[in-house]
């Protein structure tokens, strides 16, 4: 089925570690973002893509980095983590940024 | 910086009841969309709204954009259990859309 995959589904790290979360979409999609869900604090954005080769910080882009080599792929790296980093991550993707976003299934990530 | 709230926090109805949840912003937003999210999914775009005032219907569930582009409303029709999940809405600012908590709905068989 087309859409947004993303993995793992659930990832436990220890305080300093490096990850990747991994997101791929088949729509052809130009645009593709990054949230992170918390408890009381809604999807807030990290960081986005308008297209191949460009990314640009989002609301809460601290500890994290990306890059998109391809249109499919929007990997998510986080070099060391902290326990504040603890959240359900989303990678979304759209035609572009100002239609309707289709969300991957998330990531539930817990630093301790 | 724009203050965004959506109300209720929490919902608890019977099916068959009718209810409706708000998104309220301090600011003037260009477009909103309304998602639902159901446990351990990502949000599912139900309905973008763009002109003020406007009114969308998709089947049991009513969409309202207010006249002042500034607030909107999801109206649920005879309520039923595959209607819980948690609604979000997500007005645009600028280029960029920037979401609500949103309201958390139960419905009861």
């Known amino acids: 089925n087309a859409g947004v995959t993303q993995t793992p589904k659930f990832q436990v790290l220890k305080t300093g570690q490096s990850m990747t979360l991994q997101c791929a979409q088949d729509?052809?999609?130009?645009?593709m973002s990054w949230y992170r869900q918390d408890p009381g604090m809604g999807l807030r954005l990290i960081h986005y893509s308008v297209g191949a080769g460009i990314t640009d910080q989002g609301e809460v882009p601290n500890g994290y980095n990306v890059s998109r080599s391809t249109t499919e792929d929007f990997p998510l790296r986080l070099l060391s983590a902290a326990p504040s980093q603890t959240s359900v991550y989303f990678c979304a993707s759209s035609e572009d940024r100002l239609n309707g976003y289709t969300f991957g299934s998330g990531t539930r990530l817990t630093v301790v | 910086t724009q203050l965004l709230e959506q109300s209720p926090q929490f919902l608890s109805i019977q099916e068959g009841e009718n209810l409706t949840v708000y998104c309220n912003s301090s600011?003037?937003?260009?477009?909103l969309q309304w998602y639902r999210q159901e446990p351990g999914e990502g949000p599912v775009l139900l309905v973008t709204v763009v002109t003020g005032g406007e009114v969308k219907k998709l089947k049991r569930l009513t969409f309202q954009f207010g006249d002042a582009r500034k607030d909107s409303s999801l109206h649920i029709t005879a309520a039923q259990p595959g209607d819980t999940g948690l609604y979000l809405c997500a007005p645009r600012y600028g280029n960029q859309f920037y979401f609500g908590t949103g309201t958390s709905l139960t419905v009861i068989p």
């Open positions: 600011s003037v937003f260009s477009s």
């Open positions: 729509m052809n999609h130009e645009y």
